[in-house]
Each structure stands twice: as C-alpha cells, then as structure tokens.
C-alpha cells in the first residue's frame, strides 16, 4: 500500500498518461494537482486511443474515484468536452469529482495567452495558447475565479462583470483588440456552471479521508520537471510546479502521506516549444525519431523536438523530485538503431558539469558530452519481463539507472497498456525496485 506520485522527468510528454493508466489498477483515487488543458495524456487500451486534458488517467477504471484537484485551472469547455467525449466512448465520469478551490480559466485568458506570444515575437515561449499563463497570473494576483465562484450565480455576475471590463482595457488597450461582452461570458459560464455543480467537492479533505482509510492515492503529474515554474528552464517553461512538491501543494496534503515518487522519462529526450535542448537532434536522426516515435503534440498537434537521453537532467529529477523509482518509456522506438548516444555530462566553458546548471544562460550554453552505446536491433514490442529483452536493450536500461542513480520499475515497449514490463509495481511492491543500479536482474522475481 502507497500514495504515489507519477512526474514528467524531462519536458513533458513522458507517458505519464500511459503509466498512471497502468498503476491505477492498484490504486483508490487518481489526482490531477497542478497544470491544465494545456495537458495531453494519451491511453491506449485494448486498441482504443483515449486523449485526456484534465481528467486523472484512472478514468477508465469503473471503481476509481477521480480528482481534479485544487492547484489545477479548469477551463470548463473543454473538460464539458472531454467528458462528453468520454460518454461517447461508454467511459462514466460518475466518479470524477472537482476542486471548489481550483482556478476557471477564462476567454480573456486564451485571448491574452496568444497575444502575448504574439507580441513576443521571436522571444515567445511557445505556449500552448490554451490560456494557462494568464489564468495562473491571476491566481498570483488574487484576481482569479475560482470553481466555487461558479457555483453562486448573483455574486459570479458581480465578479465577472468587474473582471471582463477589467480584461477589456488590456484587450483594447495593450493588444489593440476586440473587447469582450461581459453578458455574454456571464451566461457562458452560468451554462457551464450548472453542468459543472454535480462534481464539485472540497477536494483536500475528500483525499485526506481516503488516505485515512489507507487507501491508495495515485498523483498525476502534468507537463514535467523542466517545465516547473521555479526550477525548470525558466521563462521556457510552464506556469504550474509540475515536480513532486506541487503535487502536495496543488492536491492539499502534507508531504508524510506520500510514499514514494516515480518519475517516467522516455528512452530518449523530446520537447515542445521554444527554450534550450542541450541533446536535441537535428537532421535525418531527429527526424526519425520524431517519426517513429510519433511525436506530435497531443494538445496542440506541434512536432515535438527529439534528442538523446539526457542523464544529466535525469539526475537533476531525481533530485527536484526525490525520485524512488523510474519508469523508461519508448524503449521501442529505439529498436531499430545501430547506435545510440547518451549524455552523461555536458560541457561548460572548457570544463565537465555532471550537474544541471541553474543559471538559463549557462544551460543553454552547455554541450552534452555523449557515450555511445550499441543498439539491439532487434523489436522490444512484444516483450513482458526483463529476460524477453535483448541483452543490449538491458545493458542500456541499466546504464540509465547508472546514471540516474536509481533502479528502474517499469519499462514501456508500446502504447498499448500491455506493452509494459512492470520490474516492480511501486504501489504494491517492495521499496526497492528490482533492475538495480548496481545490480543484477532478480530472477527470483520472475
Ligand atoms: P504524457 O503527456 O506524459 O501523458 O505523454 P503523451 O501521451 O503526451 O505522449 C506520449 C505518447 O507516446 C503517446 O502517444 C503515447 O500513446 C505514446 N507512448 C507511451 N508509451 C509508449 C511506449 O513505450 N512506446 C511507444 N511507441 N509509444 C508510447
Ligand atoms: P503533458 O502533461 C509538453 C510546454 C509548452 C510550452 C511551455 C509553456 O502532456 O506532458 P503553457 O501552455 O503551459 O503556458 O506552455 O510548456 N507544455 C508542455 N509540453 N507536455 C505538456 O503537458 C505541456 N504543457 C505545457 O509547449 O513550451
Ligand atoms: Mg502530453
């Protein structure tokens, strides 16, 4: 039994999706705590493609109860979308339940989102344009609506009246633009919050009293450890803290009801958006990967950047995040490779820096020392334990566990929910995952 908390290890895009869909088997209550539609988490189950913004990865699983936690911005469009979408697909949202204290993202929020990219010119951030900025801006300035303002409709006209015409000076003003009709967001979201009442909960005490009745809570991260707000590659990076201590933050307990991290990291590295890449890969290799590897946006459908495995940033996770365990997706995408590169250092002014630096400038000055390693040249897809695995394909995850500095507890050969090979369940299992750094496999396992 463990409260767990799944983390994006690189930028983003890992297969937190994939794996929270896996581990929710074991577990009660699945929290989303932090980020937004800015989000995409694809689950692939029995050959059906699911696409989440919002909603926690257990949905699938009819008994598990889900939470879109406090530290979370909902824009109640797109969840009345998804969850409509969900019901299209015979999935029930009867289980799902919403913060009264997370933040609404707003029109004006998408509208100032995209004009400030604008305007930044060849400077922007390369948003998501879904407003997750702005609506988080005014979560710092207290000028924010919150899901429990939604539910009192006299004094939501009152605060959204204020707020709109307030938004229209900078809209006209600032970005030369349209202003917006206060009546109309007004009925918009009175629409929006009649559909969204059946869900909303104090969420913290909701999960404190499950955790009571020791049941197993399962933390989804969103977006990823080089993307939080205060450790991340800042400005390029988003406006939540994606790492381990926002899932605390942003769900409302206390740090001693978690048990254990595990961060996913994908076999190599990718990245949406602008902002430095020390690994990034140009040319036919970075095309490759970005083919076989799929990797387009699943918000925003926006090539993702490729590079090599970077263990630098690794160990830099491992250590923002307290990482346990780790979880290595898209070892299939590197099957067909005669080599591969790793970074285990970067360079820096003539020197070796095994660490991340935390100066932006110096970051993107920084030159990954690579090692190369073989390839295995052999398909990984239909693997199901650590012995299916080609020797070279277990040599490579074990030298990333080196590197990183911890064992690894799960390897993803394949979208498909089954195209997993779980060395460990970290919910049920022992502390120690079994693909050591140090260490050989445990047969006894097995
Ligand atoms: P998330 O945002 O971290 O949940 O990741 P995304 O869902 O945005 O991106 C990961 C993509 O890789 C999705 O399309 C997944 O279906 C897919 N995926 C996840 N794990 C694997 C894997 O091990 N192999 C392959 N080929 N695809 C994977
Ligand atoms: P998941 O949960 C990858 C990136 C954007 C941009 C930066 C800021 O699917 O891993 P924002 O719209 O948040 O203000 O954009 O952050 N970004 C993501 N990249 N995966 C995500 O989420 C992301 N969410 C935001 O591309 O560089
Ligand atoms: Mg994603």
Redesign the pocket.
Known sequence: MANVIVI?AQ????G?GKITDLLSRSADVIVRSQ?GV????TLVVQGQTFKLHLIPSGILYKDKECIIGSGTVVDPKVLLEEIAQLSRLNVSTENLTISQTAHVTMPYHRII?QASEERRGKHK??????G??PTYADKSERTGIRIIDLMNEDSLRQKLEWTVNYKNVILEKLYNLEPLDPATVIEEYIGYAEQLKPYVIDSSLRIYEAIQKRKNILFEG???TL?DLDHGTYP????SSPIAGGACVGSGIGPTMIDRVIGVAKAYTTR????PFPTEISGEMGEYLSERGCEF???TGRRRRCGWFDAVIGRYAVRINGLDCLAITKLDILDELDEIQVCVAYQLDGKICHHFPSNAKDFARCQPIYKTVPGWKQSTVDCRTLEDLPKKALNYLKFLAELMEVPIAIVSLGASRDQTIIVEDPIHGPKRALLDPNGDVAHNYF
């Open positions: 994006g930028w983003g895009d890992e937190k980020g800015n989000a995409g988490h989102d951030i390369g948003t998501t344009g879904r997750i900025g969103a977006q990823g993307l390029y990076v988003t406006s949406v958006g602008e902002g946006g699943t918000t």
